[in-house]
Antibody, heavy 118, light 108 residues
Framework: QVQLQESGPGLVKPAQTLSVTCKVSGVFISSGGYFWSWIRQHPDKGLEWIADIYYNGTRKYNPSLKSRLTIDVDTADNQVSLIVKSVTAADTAMYYC??????????WGRGTQVIVSS | DIQMTQSPSSLSASVGDTVTITCRASQAISNSLAWYQQKPGRAPRLLLYGASRLGNGVPSRFRGSGTGTEYTLTISSLQFEDFATYFCQQYSDSLSWTFGQGTTVDIK
């Protein structure tokens, strides 16, 4: 059973870089079979897909965010990371990690809250 | 991007009721539609995919249907634990997965 645990800084200042990490357990990322995704939920409760990565480094980004994003996978530590550059208040959200198969988000972590504020 | 529009945005119901939520896509999505349930303070949970296929451990009172651009989630014999927010999501456009804005089902 896939389990995901996100972690992050909690509070980030505007214009700085946000970094969040997702520790995966119950399955080895290197085994394949799943994409690993980041999704965020804004304070108004709307859900927004951010990015996907496969164990071999295949990446996909939300076109509206792509210029500020980097998603990476660490198969040795079995974790996935996301970097968002030049953050603004609009990046304030709960950030979720999820396992994904053909676009369906099957398992989700509990999320890590990120607030962008000076 | 394919836009997903849910209706209603909220509804009130009683235990035992049958409720229906609609999700409309801005273009045809060939049944590439998933539904998620989210309870306060919790992550979303996959309910259905392929428009009508139940996720693991999901009770059969949850039923999905639809075609083309219009899809529905029906919850029969509403249980107390079903009061939650429901989101649809399309995965037809592999360049960008998108969600509906959510429908909150609360107790009448």
């Amino acid at each position: 059973q896939v389990q995901l645990q996100e972690s992050g800084p909690g509070l980030v200042k505007p214009a700085q870089t946000l970094s969040v990490t997702c520790k995966v357990s119950g399955v080895f990322i290197s085994s394949g079979g799943y994409f690993w995704s980041w999704i965020r939920q804004h304070p108004d409760k709307g859900l927004e897909w951010i990015a996907d990565i496969y164990y071999n480094g295949t990446r996909k980004y939300n076109p509206s965010l792509k210029s500020r994003l980097t998603i990476d996978v660490d198969t040795a530590d079995n974790q996935v990371s996301l970097i968002v550059k030049s953050v603004t208040a609009a990046d304030t959200a709960m950030y979720y990690c999820a396992s994904q198969v053909r676009g369906v988000f099957a398992s989700w972590g509990r999320g890590t809250q990120v607030i962008v504020s000076s | 991007d394919i836009q997903m529009t849910q209706s209603p945005s909220s509804l009130s119901a009683s235990v035992g009721d049958t409720v229906t939520i609609t999700c409309r896509a801005s273009q045809a999505i060939s049944n590439s539609l998933a539904w998620y349930q989210q309870k306060p303070g919790r992550a979303p949970r996959l309910l259905l995919y392929g428009a009508s296929r139940l996720g693991n451990g999901v009770p059969s009172r949850f039923r999905g249907s639809g075609t083309g651009t219009e899809y529905t989630l029906t919850i029969s014999s509403l249980q107390f634990e079903d009061f939650a927010t429901y989101f649809c999501q399309q995965y037809s456009d592999s360049l960008s997965w998108t969600f509906g804005q959510g429908t909150t089902v609360d107790i009448k």
